[in-house]
């Protein structure tokens, strides 16, 4: 096993770290095998260890929605488009 000879220091806030090692320390970790465990997933896998994601907005969740119920709106032409547009717009 190579010498560990690098450090990493990090600033965080303080309830988080304390948190954090409550957690760390019921699963019988510490902080420095938590972030070398982090760093070897991330170079062996070439990604985040976890997926980062964005709530989507209200608009989007109703669309995607809308998507799994079938609910769509056929749209043939631009003509179609601007109409539903209009739909929309005096249904708000």
């Known amino acids: 096993m190579p ?3 690098a450090s990493i220091n990090v600033r965080v806030d303080k ?3 304390e948190d954090a090692l409550r957690d760390l320390d019921a699963l019988g970790l510490d902080m420095s095998t938590l972030i070398v465990m982090t760093l070897k997933a991330v170079t ?3 990604a985040l260890p976890f997926l980062p994601t ?3 907005s209200s608009e989007l969740a109703a669309s995607i929605d809308d998507i799994k ?3 769509l709106t ?4 631009v ?3 601007f109409k539903q547009l209009e ?3 005096d249904a708000d």
């Open 3 to 5: 010498a560990k000879t």
């Open 15 to 17: 309830q988080l770290k």
């Open 44 to 46: 062996r896998e070439h």
């Open 54 to 56: 964005l709530k989507p």
């Open 69 to 71: 119920t079938g609910q």
């Open 74 to 77: 056929e749209i043939n032409d």
């Open 79 to 81: 003509g179609d488009y």
């Open 87 to 89: 739909h929309d717009a």
